[in-house]
C-alpha cells in the first residue's frame, strides 16, 4: 500500500545543540504540513439494498448503529522532544452521484455474557440507528482529528484520524474528499521531559531505522538518525524476588551467550530504592530510570508479590451497569509496566484519583481523565507462578523452544474455531471462518495447520476441518503432533476453553437460551498431557483466560506445560460479531491478525520476537480503536511468557550452525513423494494421521544426499488429511496431503 503524502515544511527549525551523536531535543516551535491524497475505494451493494464502502488501507467507524465509515490513521513523527499542539486540516468533500444507504455498524459482543448485556448492547445499536437515520442525531463533519500522541522511546510522535467520507442519512448523499492538507503545530516538552528522552538519545536505539508505522520516515531518519545510533545489543530485565532470583543464574548466561546484556532486579531492592504510593507506581518509577537501557521485561513471580495495575478505562470507574461486573472489567494489565513515557502524573493517572488508565468518558463527562501510555518502551511479559520447580521448567522450556531451528515444527499450528452462539444479527457466530481467514491469507500456513471446529449439534459449522472440535481430540492433537503455534476462538473462563452446542429439543429452528450446552473444549487440568517437549505459542481469543487472581488460571496452567507463549485476556473479550471481513473492522480479531502477521511475516521489523509483535500490535489497534470494545480489549490482553523470545530460533554467538543444503519434502497428486536431504545419512519418513497416530512407514534407513523419489501406497488408508513427516540429520519437515476414496 502506497500513499502519496508529500511533506511541505511550513517553519525554518531553529538551530539546536547536538549532542555527541549528533541528535538533541529540539528546543523551538515549528509546524509541518503535508499534502495527502486519499487512497482508492469502493462502492458495493449488498443484498438488503444498504451500499458498503471500503477504502484501501482504511479501517471501519465501528460505533453501534452509526454508518460504517471508513477512516484512515497515520501516525507522524515530530522533532525528538516535542509534542503537538495543534492539528489542522483543510479539504473538500464533492458528493459521489447517486442515493446511498450505507449500512450501519453492529455492537461488538462480549464473549462471555448473560442474556441481559446481549439484550442492553442490542437496545444500544437499535436506539443509536434510531437516531442517526433520522436525522436526529447529525454526524460530525470534521475531516479529521489527532487519535493519540507522546512518545514511543525516544521518537515523538502524533497519530490522526482522518475522516475521508461524509454521510447525510436525510438526503442518502453521500460525500468524500480526494486531497486535503494536515498541519501539525509543534512545541517543545518540558524540561524534565526532555531530560528524559534526552536519555535514549545518548544511549543509542533499538532499530537500524525508524518505527514502521511512521509515513514521514525521511524527515524522522534525518531527525533521529537511527542507522547511527544503533545499540550493539538487545536488553532484557527480569523483575522477580529475592526467593527466585538465583533461579535465573543460568537463563542469564544463556540469554548472554545470545547476545543479550541483562539485568535481574527484585521487588525488594526496588521497594528501598524507588519511590511511589504503592508497590506497582514503585516498580514502574524503577523501570523509567533503567529502560533507555532495555528493550523487554520478563517479570517472574506471582501477582501477590509482583502485583498487575487494575486499569479502570471508564471515568471514575463508571462503567456503564451492563459491563460493570467482575468478569467484564475493570482489568489486570502488565500495559502499565510498558508505557513509560511520562510518570502516573502525566499519564496513567493524570487526574490523580489512583483509578488509573480513565481513557473513556463517564455520563456527562466532556474530556478522559487519563491519558493511556501504549506506545510501549518495553515488552512486557510474565510468569505467573509462586513454584519454584515450575518456575525453574519454564525458563528450560524458553531455552529449549528458541534453542530449536526446526522450521517444520515451527510453522505448524493447531487451529480451533468454536460457535460463540445464535444471534439477531447473523444464523450463528462461527469463529471457523475467523479461522479460515487466517489461512486463507496465508497468516497461517494451511498445508502444515491442523483444523477443528464445531460439528455437533443442530446448526454446526459449515466449514470443513481436519477433526470435529471435542476435548479428547483436541487434547490428542495438541499432545501428539509438534506445532509451534496454538489459535483458539471460543467461549472461555478463568480455567478453561469452552465450546457451544445448540440442540433444537422443541425443533421450532429458534436457538432458545435453554437449548445452549457448553461443554468444555480444553481445561487446565489437560495441560500435563499436552506436548511439553514441542511447546507452542498460544493465542486464546477466548474471554477469561489470562484471569490472574484464579488459582487455576488457563494460560498459566498452558505456560506451565504445552506453551512458551500464550497471548491471554485477563478479563472478557470482545469480538467483531457479524461485520469482520478485513484487518481494520475492529474486535480482537484485528488483534489476533496484527499480532501473527507481526510475529510470522515481518523479520525486517520485528526478528520474530513475541514482545515486539505483540506490542507493535497492540499499538496499532489502539490508534485504531472506535468503540469500547476495543479499548477493552487492549487492556485486558496480556502476555504470560519471555517477551524476548524468537519464534525461529536462534543459535548462541558462542556456536556456529553446521553448513547443510537444503531439504525439500513434497507430495504430488497421486502421493509420490519427493524429497531431498542435505547430506548422507539416516532417514526416517512416516506418515500420521490428524490424531498424531503413525500409520505407515514410507521409509527407514542410511540414504545418501541429495533428491530421492519414493510412491506411497495410499489403498488400505480412509479418506481424511495426513501429514507426512521426514526427520533427516536432526532436521524434519513435515508435509499435509489429502486421501480421497
Request: glycine share 6%; proline share 5%; charged share 25%.
Amino acid at each position: 500500500m502506497k500513499y502519496r503524502i508529500s511533506p511541505l515544511c511550513l517553519a525554518l527549525l531553529l538551530p539546536i545543540l547536538l549532542s555527541a551523536d549528533g541528535v538533541s531535543v529540539f528546543n523551538s516551535l515549528g509546524s509541518l504540513t503535508f499534502s495527502i491524497e486519499m487512497p482508492v475505494y469502493e462502492l458495493s451493494a449488498l443484498e438488503d439494498g444498504r451500499t458498503n464502502i471500503r477504502m484501501e488501507g482504511a479501517r471501519i467507524e465501528n460505533i453501534p448503529g452509526y454508518p460504517r465509515l471508513p477512516v484512515l490513521v497515520y501516525t507522524f513523527a515530530l522533532p525528538p522532544g516535542t509534542k503537538a499542539v495543534d492539528v489542522r486540516i483543510d479539504g473538500n468533500r464533492q458528493v459521489i452521484p447517486g442515493e446511498y444507504v450505507i449500512e450501519a455498524a453492529k455492537p461488538q459482543l462480549p464473549r462471555s455474557g448473560s442474556q441481559e448485556v446481549f439484550q442492553a448492547l442490542n437496545s444500544l445499536y437499535e436506539e443509536n440507528l434510531e437516531l442517526v437515520y433520522s436525522g436526529v442525531l447529525r454526524l460530525p463533519t470534521e475531516l479529521g482529528r489527532i487519535q493519540s500522541e507522546g512518545e514511543c522511546r525516544e521518537y515523538s510522535l502524533v497519530t490522526v484520524q482522518l475522516n475521508p467520507f461524509y454521510y447525510d442519512p436525510l438526503s442518502n448523499e453521500l460525500s468524500v474528499v480526494r486531497s486535503l492538507t494536515l498541519r501539525i503545530d509543534y512545541e517543545p516538552v518540558s524540561a524534565e521531559h526532555r531530560a528524559f528522552i534526552q536519555t535514549f538519545l545518548d544511549k543509542g536505539t533499538i532499530s537500524g531505522d525508524v518505527p514502521a508505522s511512521i509515513y514521514n520516515k525521511t524527515q524522522a531518519r534525518d531527525w533521529y538518525r537511527p542507522s547511527q545510533r544503533l545499540l550493539a545489543t538487545r536488553g532484557l530485565i527480569i523483575l522477580t524476588t529475592e526467593k527466585f532470583k538465583s533461579l535465573t543464574d543460568s537463563y542469564v548466561s544463556w540469554k548472554k551467550s545470545t547476545g543479550f546484556h541483562v539485568t535481574v532486579a527484585t521487588v525488594e531492592e526496588i521497594q528501598t530504592e524507588s519511590e511511589g504510593v504503592d508497590i506497582q507506581q514503585k516498580i514502574r518509577n524503577w523501570l523509567r530510570e533503567h529502560v533507555a537501557d532495555y528493550e523487554y521485561l520478563l517479570i517472574i513471580g506471582h501477582r501477590w508479590d509482583v502485583p498487575w495495575r487494575i486499569l479502570t478505562l471508564f471515568n471514575n470507574n463508571s462503567a456503564p451497569s451492563w459491563v460493570d461486573y467482575d468478569e467484564c472489567y475493570p482489568h489486570p494489565s502488565d500495559i502499565y509496566y510498558a508505557g513509560l513515557s511520562e510518570p502516573d502524573s502525566a499519564s496513567w493517572n493524570l487526574d490523580q484519583d489512583s483509578y488509573y488508565g480513565e481513557t473513556l468518558l463517564k455520563s456527562g463527562a466532556k474530556m478522559p481523565q487519563d491519558v493511556a501510555d501504549l506506545d510501549a518502551e518495553l515488552y512486557v511479559g510474565r510468569i505467573n507462578s509462586m513454584s519454584a520447580d515450575r518456575i525453574s521448567d519454564i525458563l528450560a522450556r524458553f531455552r529449549s523452544f528458541e534453542e530449536s531451528t526446526d522450521h517444520a515444527y515451527k510453522e505448524s499450528s493447531v487451529v480451533v474455531g468454536g460457535i460463540l452462539g445464535y444471534y439477531s444479527y447473523v444464523d450463528k457466530w462461527d469463529d471457523s471462518y475467523y479461522m479460515e481467514e487466517l489461512l486463507d491469507r496465508d497468516i497461517l500456513d494451511r498445508s502444515t495447520a491442523i483444523t477443528l471446529y464445531e460439528k455437533e449439534g443442530s446448526n454446526p459449522s459449515e466449514f470443513d476441518c481436519d477433526l470435529a472440535f471435542t476435548q479428547s481430540n483436541l487434547v490428542a492433537t495438541l499432545s501428539s503432533n509438534d506445532v509451534g503455534l496454538f489459535v483458539e476462538s471460543n467461549h472461555g473462563s478463568e480455567e478453561s476453553i469452552i465450546r457451544t452446542v445448540w440442540f433444537d429439543e422443541n425443533e421450532d429452528s429458534i436457538p432458545d437460551w435453554e437449548e445452549i450446552e457448553n461443554p468444555a473444549g480444553l481445561e487446565n487440568s489437560d495441560a500435563p498431557e499436552l506436548n511439553i517437549y514441542h511447546p507452542n505459542v498460544a493465542f486464546l481469543l477466548s474471554c477469561l483466560c489470562g484471569h490472574p487472581e484464579s488459582p487455576t488460571c488457563f494460560a498459566q496452567a498452558l505456560l506451565n506445560y504445552g506453551s512458551v507463549g500464550v497471548v491471554a485476556c485477563t478479563r472478557v473479550a470482545w469480538g467483531a460479531e457479524g461485520d469482520w471481513g478485513e484487518p481494520g473492522d475492529g474486535g480482537d480479531y484485528d488483534l489476533c491478525y496484527y499480532f501473527l502477521d507481526n510475529y510470522l511475516h515481518k523479520p525486517e521489523e520485528y526478528d520474530y520476537v513475541l514482545g515486539d509483535a505483540l506490542a507493535q500490535a497492540r499499538s496499532r489497534y489502539w490508534s485504531e480503536s472506535m468503540w469500547m470494545g476495543d479499548f477493552c480489549n487492549v487492556y485486558g490482553y496480556n502476555f504470560f511468557g519471555d517477551p524476548s523470545l524468537r519464534h525461529f530460533g536462534h543459535v548462541s554467538i558462542e556456536e556456529s550452525p553446521p553448513e547443510m543444503l537444503p531439504m525439500t519434502l513434497e507430495i504430488d497428486e497421486n502421493h509420490t513423494v519427493s524429497f531431498g536431504i542435505p547430506k548422507a545419512g539416516q532417514i526416517e519418513l512416516y506418515a500420521w494421521d490428524v490424531a498424531g497416530r503413525r500409520v505407515q512407514k514410507l521409509c527407514h534407513g542410511n540414504m545418501p544426499q541429495g533428491h530421492h523419489v519414493i510412491s506411497w501406497d495410499t489403498s488400505g488408508l480412509p479418506s481424511g488429511s495426513y501429514f507426512v513427516t521426514l526427520d533427516a540429520s536432526g532436521n524434519k519437515k513435515v508435509v499435509k496431503t489429502v486421501v480421497l476414496r
